[in-house]
């Protein structure tokens, strides 16, 4: 039974080109209500420990390089089928490939710098958001 939160964060190369609000005027447009937000800074540590799940991947490295080069906002997102709505609200990993109008072909560089993340199932979302966020911080 598909939850009604997700997990997004806003990656280091959209904050770097000031798409924050863009980002967030998409996701509220969307109909998404943000249920707890935050702006910080991943070490490599945390980098590593969020993305640990592809820790066999070639792209590890890399991965946790790019996540921990500047801030990110990492939210999390309340709607009905929350995950499946904010994946189409995205687009493709790869932006070349994204449908017109979603966020990662507006704002997205590249495969790997491609502006958001967002969780790929309900307890993936339950995950990530436990990472960023106690009890307290989610409303």
């Not at 991947?57 to 790019?66: D, K, S």
């Given at each position: 039974?598909?939850?009604?939160r997700t997990f997004t964060m806003i990656?280091?190369?959209a904050v770097k080109n000031n798409y924050i609000?863009?980002?967030l005027d998409k996701i509220n447009g969307a109909g998404f209500k943000i249920k707890a937000m935050k702006y910080t800074k991943l070490t490599?540590?945390?980098?590593?420990e969020f993305y640990a799940v592809h820790k066999e991947?070639?792209?590890?490295?890399?991965?946790?390089?790019?996540m921990s080069s500047g801030?990110?906002?990492a939210a999390i997102l309340e709607k009905d089928n929350a995950v499946d709505d904010f994946r189409t609200l995205i687009g493709?990993?790869?932006?070349?490939?994204?449908?017109?109008g979603t966020i990662r072909k507006l704002y997205a560089e590249s495969i790997g710098a491609n502006?958001?993340?967002?969780?790929?199932?309900?307890?993936?979302?339950?995950?990530?958001?436990?990472?960023?966020f106690s009890n307290l911080e989610r409303f």
């Open positions: 039974m598909a939850t009604n990656k280091p190369d609000g863009a980002i490599e540590e945390a980098a590593g991947r070639p792209f590890y490295g890399e991965l946790v390089e790019f801030p990110i906002v493709a990993t790869n932006p070349a490939e994204s449908a017109e502006a958001v993340h967002g969780s790929d199932s309900d307890e993936n979302a339950n995950i990530e958001g436990s990472f960023f």
